[in-house]
């Protein structure tokens, strides 16, 4: 009698675990089946900041579209570096240069104004080239082209050589030493010393950007 009832038992048991068991395996197979039916791709909305995303297949031809990878061994999705500002550009519409260290408060303190730009690389330090255009207060229709042959340009510290072509030579060469209030994108003021002890500033702007730059004014 008590082998009857442990026979009963253990078939109790088993129609019990039967059921669990099968609802594992089919639950099992669902989540298979649900992830079979979604891939990884690389996702880069507007073209920069790619990242992996898991979308569903269907909606892999609309991403396609728009220029989105799929992620595999060998095609993983890795994220674009920051690009940093590699040229920067300083321009002033007008500038002034005073005849004296210290701009003085006495009429004709002012020598000469006129537009100034220059640019330089970031990396190196290195002046790219530019211009100032310099027009003097005595004759102001007069342009007195004047273009950056060499310099630095150190955080702020500009170190600028300037030469303006002569007919017949030599060039006239002359150099400017100061600061920007700023070497970064934005508004920025260049104040220092022009071509020996005398006063010189432009108030303007920078823009920095990517690029290898070019040479020339």
């Known amino acids: 009698m008590r082998r009857a009832l442990g026979i009963v038992a253990v078939l109790a048991l088993l129609a019990m675990l039967l059921p669990m068991s099968v609802m594992a395996a089919?639950?099992?197979?669902?989540?298979?089946?649900?992830?079979?039916?979604?891939?990884t791709i690389c996702h880069s909305p507007n073209g920069v900041n790619p990242r992996a995303i898991t979308i569903n297949k269907s909606a892999w031809p609309t991403h396609r579209a728009h220029g989105d990878l799929l992620v595999t061994q060998s095609m993983p999705c890795v994220p674009k570096p920051k690009a940093t500002a590699s040229v920067c550009t300083f321009t002033a519409a007008t500038s002034q240069y005073f005849s004296a260290p210290v701009p003085a408060a006495?009429?004709?303190?002012?020598?000469?104004?006129?537009p100034i730009e220059f640019r330089w690389n970031v990396a190196t330090k290195a002046a790219l080239g530019g211009y100032w255009d310099e027009y003097t207060v005595a004759d102001?229709?007069?342009?007195?082209?004047?273009?950056?042959t060499a310099?630095?340009?150190?955080?702020m510290a500009v170190s600028l050589t300037f030469t303006r072509k002569l007919t017949p030579a030599p060039d006239y060469v002359f150099s400017?030493?100061?600061t920007l209030t700023s070497a970064s994108s934005g508004p920025s003021?260049?104040?220092?010393?022009?071509?020996?002890?005398?006063?010189?500033?432009a108030t303007?702007?920078?823009?920095?950007?990517?690029?290898?730059?070019?040479?020339?004014?």
Do not use: I, W
């Open 140 to 148: 102001p229709t007069t342009r007195l082209h004047n273009e950056v």
């Open 26 to 39: 089919g639950d099992g197979g669902g989540r298979a089946a649900a992830h079979a039916n979604k891939v």
């Open 106 to 114: 006495t009429v004709g303190a002012l020598f000469a104004t006129g």
């Open 176 to 178: 400017f030493t100061g």
């Open 189 to 201: 003021t260049l104040t220092g010393m022009m071509a020996g002890p005398y006063q010189f500033s």
């Open 204 to 217: 303007g702007r920078v823009t920095c950007r990517t690029g290898n730059g070019s040479t020339g004014s």
């Open 151 to 155: 310099g630095t340009v150190t955080g």
